[in-house]
Each structure stands twice: as structure tokens, then as C-alpha cells.
């Protein structure tokens, strides 16, 4: 089993739509989850931190569920400029190494 | 410039050539990271340096790979008689690695083609 799972679509909507994407983890000791997003062509960038009570950054919202061991990304009300390929990361609790899943593609239409 | 730095930003080289690829990190930052992404594929984890501690080298391919760290600034990223397969885009990011701030930032990577 791969340590980070993502479905890596494409997901195809159109603007304005709600969508979401999972991410799940197999280390149970696993500590701390991050969102990345990655543009065609460039480098990963920080989109937002998981937070064990879920987290919420304007149209984005993030849930970590520890007992089933998954990682949520909801955006809302989807921009042409959200067409991204968004990674799952994950930090294990005594290891310092960033895993990254494959990444769920995103392509918002008009 | 503040950002982390990588040169080349793209390199070619002959299949069998040496190649050195070079990572500046934004200063004070003690954590270090080296991956590798082949077209349409994701991140593949290869070296990770924290402080003076030893480098986690699990990540690495293959023993034609090296890298070292200068204390906490410049890395290199060593691939020795290389090969087609290791064609790809060589990101490196740094870590400040505080308490509560573990956001990894990533230079502009290097594109190698290996002809």
C-alpha cells in the first residue's frame, strides 16, 4: 500500500461548482498534513496546512479525519485559475521526510 | 533574491556524463529537500539534510546519486554516469523545521535531459 493515496482524476467542473478531494495516509503515526498546489510546469507551493479541528481559508476547507485516516480538501464556488494539480503531503511523527501523494488534477472550465 | 535558487535551470547533458545540479535555500533555513519529478508523474522523494544531523539518504536510486550540504546553506545534487531514465525536473526545497512552521518552499527545479 502507498503511503499517500490520491484519485488522480482529472476532476473536470465547471465554475462555480463545489468539489472536493481525499487523500488517505497508511502511517498512523503520522503527524502533520498539508495541502500543495502545483501549476503545469512549476513548483509546488503551499496552499494550506490540516488542522486535527479542520481549517478553513476563504473558498478552501480542510478536514483531517485520524481514524479513518484521510485528509479533505473542499473548494467552493470554483475559479478558472483553481485548474491545478493539488498534492496531498504528509509529515510521520519522528521522521522529517515531506511525503507527497501523485496529486488529484483539477480543471475548472467556463 | 529571497527564495530558494537552483542552476542550473535546465541542463542536457550525453548519457554517461556527470552532472551537478545546485540548491540555494533561503537563508536560516535548517531543513534541506531534494525530489525528483519525471513528466506527468508525482514527486519522488531522494534526500532529505536537517541541521548537523546525518542526511536521510533513503530516497536515493541508486549509488550514482550524491548529495551534499554545507552546513545550513548551498547543497549539490551529484548524478554520476547518467542516464536516460533520470531525465526529469530536480526540485529542491528548503524548511525553516521551527515548532509549529515545517512549510517546505521550492525552487524553480532544474531540468535535465539526459541525451
Known amino acids: 500500500r502507498k503511503e499517500v493515496e490520491q484519485d488522480p482524476g482529472p476532476f473536470n467542473v465547471p465554475e462555480g461548482a463545489t468539489v472536493a478531494f481525499n487523500c488517505t495516509y497508511s502511517n498512523s503515526a503520522s503527524q502533520s498534513f498539508f495541502w500543495y498546489r502545483q501549476d503545469c510546469r512549476k513548483e509546488p507551493k503551499l496552499l494550506m496546512s490540516v488542522y486535527s479541528s479542520g481549517n478553513e481559508d476563504g473558498r478552501f476547507t480542510a478536514q483531517l479525519n485520524r481514524a479513518s485516516q484521510y485528509i479533505s480538501l473542499l473548494i467552493r464556488d470554483s475559479k478558472l485559475s483553481d485548474s491545478a494539480t493539488y498534492l496531498c503531503?504528509?509529515?510521520?511523527?519522528?521522521?522529517?521526510?515531506?511525503?507527497f501523494g501523485k496529486g488529484t488534477m483539477l480543471l475548472v472550465s467556463p | 533574491g529571497a527564495g530558494v535558487s537552483q542552476s542550473p535551470s535546465n541542463k542536457v547533458t550525453e548519457k554517461g556524463k556527470d552532472v551537478e545540479l545546485r540548491c540555494d535555500p533561503i537563508?536560516?533555513?535548517?531543513?534541506l529537500y531534494w525530489y525528483r519529478q519525471r513528466l506527468g508523474q508525482g514527486l519522488e522523494f531522494l534526500i532529505y539534510?536537517?541541521?548537523?544531523?546525518?542526511?536521510?539518504k533513503s530516497g536515493l536510486p541508486s549509488d550514482r546519486f550524491s548529495a551534499e550540504r554545507t552546513g545550513e546553506s548551498v547543497s549539490t545534487l551529484t548524478i554520476q554516469r547518467t542516464q536516460q531514465e533520470d531525465s526529469a525536473v530536480y526540485l529542491c526545497?528548503?524548511?525553516?523545521?521551527?515548532?509549529?512552521?515545517?512549510?517546505?518552499?521550492f525552487g524553480q527545479g532544474t531540468r535535465l535531459t539526459v541525451v
Open positions: 539534510f536537517q541541521g548537523n544531523s546525518a542526511p536521510d
Open positions: 503531503v504528509v509529515i510521520v511523527s519522528g521522521y522529517s521526510t515531506l511525503t
Open positions: 537563508s536560516g533555513h535548517t531543513a
Open positions: 526545497a528548503s524548511s525553516p523545521w521551527t515548532g509549529t512552521n515545517t512549510e517546505a518552499f
